[in-house]
């Protein structure tokens, strides 16, 4: 848990600082990384859960259905970001 908070307190520095010293797109391009990456973790998470439920013979609604709703809102976010902040860019 705490490896993900270093990693968003380094994005948000990062974009803050490089932003206003290099270029103001650098947000864009950190941003998308930062979203896939979180794009890469739920999915990773949502099958450890599936892993999980299978050999524990349970099936855990609540934390796969958390995991399917915060996927839904990092995807559109990226989808987002490469339809309108992208091509403002380049």
């Given at each position: 848990m705490g490896f993900y908070?270093?990693?968003l307190i380094v994005q948000i520095a990062a974009e803050?600082?490089?932003?206003r010293v290099l270029f103001?797109?650098?947000?864009?391009?950190?941003g998308t990384m930062y979203t896939a990456f979180r794009i890469?973790?739920?999915w990773q998470g949502q099958q450890l859960?599936?892993?999980m439920a299978q050999l524990n013979?349970?099936?855990?609604?609540?934390v796969s259905s958390l995991l399917w709703l915060l996927l839904?809102?990092?995807?559109s976010n990226l989808i987002?970001?490469?339809?309108?902040a992208w091509p403002r860019i380049l």
């Open positions: 908070l270093v990693v803050q600082i490089l932003s103001p797109s650098l947000v864009v391009f950190s890469w973790q739920l859960v599936t892993a013979n349970h099936n855990p609604i609540v839904l809102f990092w995807s987002v970001l490469f339809a309108v």
